[in-house]
Structures are given as structure tokens and as C-alpha cells.
């Protein structure tokens, strides 16, 4: 369930798809339709998957995709069930394609079919503010509140006794039971990904979604990202505090309490009972295991085993740093 | 005056608040009244307040409250007029207390009764933008503007010649004379404060209020969250910049200055005259005396004696760690 | 260019500038006309400018301004054509100087001439959301659209295909082709310029614009003050991530990357093709050169060579950095 909102336009033949990436011949090509574009993980029989970096060897290993974008180097890592597609750049090639499939994941302008909720069929089932904007297409459970100035845009679903606060934008977004989402919080809005290039960066399609599970709370001016070619996840009970960003494709385990301005950047996973503590970093890519404890102001820059807690910059044993800088 | 806003729903007996925690019987338990729930240093006669770690001795050393729920540890720490209740979890009961006496003070829903200013009797009195929602109970003085979109809840007083911007939400604040409150600001909401727990985390009540003195300056996309059980507070002539983070209960003294994205995490008492660099951090639970300069990026993670000057991480002397850092 | 927008009061007779800054008599005053204030290097015949530190020194040689606000210690330095007008605290005068010329750029009251895009010239010509206001002298190009609540206050132009999001406050600014500006940013509100002043600080005017080039991108909950006595300026094809603060007077160049949180203070400058990790900070008066990396969460607190890398607070050179800290 990596894009229930996005139209899929596919499926495509796959000659097609090469055509797009200017490639005029592959061996054992066959005329099968490729249904849709995944990651390694959650792709399967006649989708196509893309694969750049040896940190993703093992789920390389097991994809189920039948086509995989790769490079000459990687290319052996794959099962027989994957045809390797050889590509100079992975990810540009990923992006070419996931753009064919889902034209409407790169460009995120307003949502110009949203209306004011008193007009839609959610007048009476939740109960909202003044100038409340939505979707018609939204869904809503019930007993949910949305405050004033609230924008709820296309590919929404939340679920009951869900409490969304004032001025916050929400779209690409599927929340879950008893959710609060604070004030003035963009939720869904396209990652920052793109491809680097003078005069005119190229962004790549963003078609996963925000999700946000049960009993969670997410605290003022919080910004989370949309997945590009993932989802960005936040688990069971998991409490946001104020003006934290959450990157594209960021996976938060259950239970853990993040405090105000932390930043976790793009595709980093978190896990379960975890304790970060304010304006701490975590750059991107990185697996931070669980019952962890990240000091206040900390800077992670490389994977954190379970049960760590860790201070300073970069994060170490949090014994060691006080040692250290005493 | 920590809770001119928050209905009391007291006076209750004491008897009743016993068994709210499942404490059955208590020595030399009479049938008074209890009036209101407070910090130790606010509370009086005929109140109850609290007491959970040596930290605040000197405090409860001196406390007027005539019960005050605390650990078998410290209850020596109490003078003769207040009466301990031991009880396992001093911060736990606390919470249960001060929901019986202040239920609205746990969720923060948005303010339904708000109202086109237009419509309300600070049409003529006030200069206002368009979309201005105020509820009617809010005291505003002479000569105050309010920008478009801007929400101003219940629980508010903002005095004479203030300016609030665009974007902002106000709730639970009292705003001195000549203070300018900028765009995209959230005051008065509850703090980051729960009581963790596997699968639904507990919230505890709410019953501060934000009070900003005179002449101070709040700047763009900040938030100041509200006091639990009591105010956050912004001296005389403070000024801070913008997407800067104030937690509850935290206490800032007069004609200071905090430069961008600072955040000051829970209870931290920083003094008079202190200069804050951009994104500097404080935990929580610390001083910070007057006269002192921290530089921008640091964090503070222990007191800060008044007149130093401070750098790094963990913040020290900033001579030693310059000297150190060549 | 750096005034387009305010209206310059002026031209004064030097004598009656003099007045307000209580210097009775100067040697060789003549009666000519001051046509406006500006800094070092725009500074024109018959305009006034200011000098107040050695590091501005090799501007000063070359300032084509008849005269220049500056103090006995630097006068020496300025060229024959421009006279020095010796004062006591250079930007306290420079500062009733400008709001002589520009009464209009000291205190930002939230613009109360816009009005619903619907009853303006722009009804046809802009895509646009609910609830949009916008001042009518706003220049808007072609193809633009803007979102849902966002405000366009006074002093603004923006040119072909650029997206506004929702949410969004802009004023004072120059916007050129293609630009993106995300949901919930604040561009163009004065700067976090004072004189610091027990009991109440004096602001000072704000006479620069925000300009924002060419297919730049500005991210969610951004906020960029306009400069004080000169432009803030992001550069051709660069790219802001989301809760990012820039300062007065920041120049950013060319295809630069900046990432979430990060943060730079007034008037530094930033080279072209610079990536700036997540929650980095960069001091103020800097100078970053071209082609820098600035590792996530860096504090930069002195001037950065072309084509270096750095990390650490305070940053320096990459290797060394991850070598001391292994």
C-alpha cells in the first residue's frame, strides 16, 4: 500500500518504458506489460523496481519484481525472477519512469477542488471551525474535529475520533484512529528530492503517502514529507512535539517521543520507544534501532544499535561524550 | 495569578481527591476544603500542591499550601502547615488532581464560539485584516491591530498598543501593553507534556497561560506553548526572532534577546539581559542567570552562572572553548 | 536596486539631516540636496552612506556618496569625494537617517488595502485558491497560481509561471520566473534589527527587498527577511528545504542546496553551487565562497574558501573533523 491516491496511468509495454529512457535494445525483452513501478521491498510480478546502492543488497536479494533499474556493478545481487535494466543513473531512470506512470506526484499546486465543508456531505458528521476547506473525495470517520483555516486537500483518509487543529494543510495523508494533529502542520506535501542541475534541478515524482497511525500526536509547525517511492510512517503513539521536520520516506516505530525541532532526514528509520530530544538531527539513510535515547541537540550521522543512548556531535555513548566534555 | 482564565471546579474535599488516587485512608485527615492545585511557591492555605524531586527544596521548604502529594523521600522537606500525601507516583497524581479541579485544561479543541470580528464589539475599537475570528470574552485595550486570518481564542487579554500579526493563533495569554506578536505564531497551546505509556500515552492537564509583558517582540512561525502548573513567562522588553520554540513553564527575564530557532525545552528559568544565539538549545529544568551571553548553535544542558559567556556543546567558558577549538 | 518599493521621502538639505542627529556645525557643509541613504557600494552623488567597521574597509575606499556616516577611527579611509560626517554610534544614525527617508520601513502593520483576488484585475489572469488577498499594485506575471489563504501584501512583483502555495504571507519582494514558494512561508517582513535599549528597544527601517531569482525553490514554514540597507537575494535555480530561516541582508548564490531547519544569520553571504546540510547555522557577516559542502548540523562561525568541506561547531575541514571524532 505504498500509493492508494495516485492514478496509476499504467500499465505500460515494457518497450515502452525503455524508449523513455533511450534505451533501443535489451536482451530476452518480451512484450509483457509492466503494471507499476515499486521499491525493492513491496514490488512484485510484472512491476518494475530500481536498485543504486549495496545498502540495499539484502532486499535486493528477495524483490519479487520481474525488471529492476540497476548498474553493471549491481546487477548480479538480483534473483533470476528480476531482469536487470542497465542504466547510467538509477535514480534519474526511476524518476523518468515513475513520472510516466504518475504524472500527477511531481508538481504539488493548490488543490483547486477543495471547498468549504459546510457544502460537502461532512456538514454534519465532524465538527469544524470557520473557513474549513476539503476535498469532497476526503474521508472522514467519525467523530473528528477539524479547526479553523484547515485545508484538507485531495487523497486524504482519516479515521475516528481524530482532532485536526487550526491552519494546518493536509494532503497524500492517511491518518489512523484517535490522531491529533496540532496547529499549523503541512502534512503530504512532495519531499525534497530532486536532481541536481545548473540553472534547472529536475524534482523526481513523489507517489507515496504520509501515514500516521493510531493515537499519535503531532505538535505546531511540524512539516512531514510525503514518501517518493515509499511511505513516510509514523507509529502507534508516537508524539511529535513542535516545528519538527520529518523527511521524505522517514519510518518512526511506535511509542517513541520526539521533542521540539528535531529533523530527521530523507529515508532514515527509526524504531520503536525511542527518545530524541529537541533540535537533535539525524541525517538521512540511517537506521536508528529501538529503546534509543538520542540527547537533546545531538547530531547522528551513522546507524544507532538497539538499546544506545547516545549525546553530541556526532552522537557517541552518551558516557563517553559526558567523559569527553567534562 | 496562575490561572486567571481556567475554570476552577472547586473547592473539593479532601477526602473526595483521596480517592480520586486510590488512597484510602491519610493520618490526621479533616474534612477542609481543598480550593485549588499550585506550584509549591504559589500555593496557600487551604490548597494543594506538589512536590517530586530535591531540586525544589528550598521551595517547599517554605511552601503555604496545607497539603502537598509527594514521596516518602521528601516529605521532611515540608514545614509544619503542609501535610505530605505519599503516593507512588507524585507527578502522575498530580495530573489526576488537577484535571478533577480544571477538566478543560487536558485537550486543547479548537475554540468553536470564535466570531467574524466584525461581528463582535471590537469592530469599531480594533484595526483588523480580513478573516479575523476572536472570541467575544477576550479583552483587548486602545489602539491594537490584528492581521487577516488571525485567530484569537479564549482565555485572552492583550492590552493597549499591541500589534499581532497575520496567520497567528492566541489562546490562554495575557499580552502586555506594546507588545508585537508577528505572522504565523502559536501561543497558548499545552506543552509537551504526557505521561508516556505502551500504546496510549496519558496527557496532563494545562492549567498555565502564556504572559508576555510590555514592549516585548515575538517573531515569525514561533510557538510558546502554555505552563502546566505554572505560566510561561516573557519579561519587559524581550525580544525574539523568528520559528523559535518557548515550552511550558519556561520563565525568561527582561530586555532579552533570542535570535532564530532557538528552542528552550520544559521549566528553564533564563534571566535578565541574556543574548542567545541563532539556534542555540536549552534543556529543561535549568537557570540560566542574568547578563549571560550564549552564542549561536550551543546547547546548554546545565546552569548558567549570572555574567558568563558560554559556547559549545555541552555549552562552556566561550574562552576555553574557543582555545579548545582552534 | 535596492529600494524599488519604499517611498523615499527625500531629498533633504544635508543641514536639516544634520539637525535630527544634533550635529549643529560640520566644515565645508554646502547647501546641497541628499537624495537618499544606501550602503557603501550603491551609494551614489548626492546620496549619504555609513562605515562603521574595518571589515567594510575596501568598499569604503570606492563609495561614490558625497557623504558617509562614520566614526574619527575609520574616516580616513573614505575617498576624497565622499565627507565624513563623524557621529557618535554610526547605525544609531544611520538609522534616523533612513527613517527620515523611509518613515514607512520601521514598523510592519499588516497591510490593510488587500483585498479578495476575485475583485481584482487578477481575477482571470491567476490561478488561485479560496480565500486569497492580495494588494491590487502587486505585479503578477503569467501563469502563475497561488494558494489557498496566502496573503500578498504590499511591494510585491512576481514574474511568469511561478506557484505561490497556500498559507503563505509575502511582502516586499521580487519574485522571478518559475519560482516555487512552498505552503506557510513568510517572505519580506523586517529583519531582527534593533538597538538594544533597556526598557525598550529602537527598531530600525527596513529598506532592502527580499529578491528571489530565476527557479528557486522555498520550502514549507521558511521565513526570509527583507534586508535593512540592502536586498536579501537567493541566487538562480536555488533550493530551500522546509522550516528554513534566512536573515536580512543574506546574499545566497547560484544552484545551491539547503537543507530542512538550517539557518543563516544576517548579512552573510553565500557563495553559488554551496550544499547545506539539515539544520546547519552560519553565523552572521560570513562569507561562504563557491562550490562549499557544510556538513548537517555544522555551526559555521568564521568565513568558509571556495570548494571546502566542512563539519563540526565550529565547523572546519571535513577529514579533520571525522578523524578527531572517530
Redesign the interface.
Given at each position: 500500500m505504498i500509493n492508494p491516491f495516485f492514478k496509476n496511468n499504467g500499465p505500460f509495454k515494457l518497450i515502452d518504458l525503455l524508449k523513455e529512457l533511450k534505451i533501443n535494445q535489451i536482451e530476452k525483452i518480451n512484450n509483457s506489460f509492466i503494471n507499476d513501478i515499486k521499491d525493492l521491498e513491496n514490488s512484485k510480478i510484472n512491476e518494475i523496481t530500481f536498485f543504486h546502492s549495496k545498502k540495499y543488497k539484502s532486499v535486493a536479494n528477495n524483490t519479487k519484481a520481474s525488471f529492476c533499474l540497476t548498474t553493471e556493478n549491481l546487477k548480479d545481487e538480483l534473483p533470476n525472477n528480476c531482469k536487470p535494466i542497465i542504466v547510467d543513473n538509477v535514480l534519474v531512470s526511476t524518476s523518468i519512469i515513475a513520472a510516466k506512470f504518475y504524472p500527477d506526484s511531481i508538481?504539488?499546486?493548490?488543490d483547486?477542488e477543495?471547498?468549504?465543508i459546510s457544502k460537502t456531505k461532512y456538514n454534519s458528521s465532524v465538527?469544524y471551525?470557520?473557513?474549513v476547506?476539503i476535498n469532497e473525495s476526503t474521508i472522514i470517520g467519525s467523530n473528528c474535529?477539524?479547526?479553523?483555516?484547515t485545508?484538507i486537500e485531495k487523497n486524504v483518509s482519516i479515521d475516528d475520533n481524530c482532532?485536526i487543529?487550526?491552519?494546518s494543510?493536509i494532503r497524500n495523508a492517511l491518518i489512523k484512529k484517535n490522531v491529533r494533529i496540532?496547529?499549523?502542520c503541512?502534512i503530504g506535501?512532495h519531499g525534497?528530492g530532486?536532481f541536481?542541475s545548473?540553472?534547472?534541478?529536475v524534482r523526481y515524482p513523489h507517489i507515496g503517502i504520509v501515514l500516521i497511525e493510531e493515537?499519535c500526536?503531532i505538535?505546531?509547525?511540524s512539516?512531514i514529507?510525503r514518501g517518493s517511492m515509499s511511505n513516510t510512517h509514523i507509529g502507534?503513539?508516537t508524539?511529535l512535539?513542535?516545528?519538527i521536520?520529518i523527511?521524505h520516506n522517514v519510518k518512526i516505530g511506535e511509542?517513541s517521543?520526539i521533542?521540539?525541532?528535531v529533523?530527521i532526514?530523507g529515508s532514515s528509520v527509526i524504531g520503536s520507544n525511542v527518545r530524541i530530544?529537541?533540535?537533535a538531527?539525524i541525517?538521512g539513510h540511517l537506521k536508528i534501532g529501538n529503546n534509543v535515547e538520542i540527547?537533546?541537540?545531538s547530531?547522528v550521522?551513522k546507524d544507532i544499535p538497539d538499546n544506545s543512548k547516545v549525546m553530541?556531535?556526532?552522537a557517541k555513548n552518551i558516557r563517553e561524550f559526558l567523559k569527553d566534555?567534562k
Open positions: 508538481d504539488d499546486g493548490f483547486d477543495v471547498q468549504e465538527k471551525g470557520k473557513n476547506l474535529s477539524i479547526g479553523h483555516n485545508i482532532s487543529g487550526s491552519n494543510i496540532l496547529d499549523n503541512i506535501k525534497f530532486f541536481p545548473n540553472k534547472f534541478n493515537n500526536e505538535g505546531c509547525g512539516t514529507d502507534k503513539n508524539y512535539d513542535n516545528q521536520h523527511a511509542n517521543i521533542a521540539g525541532q529533523g532526514a530530544g529537541g533540535q538531527g541525517s540527547a537533546g541537540g547530531g550521522i553530541g556531535y556526532p566534555n
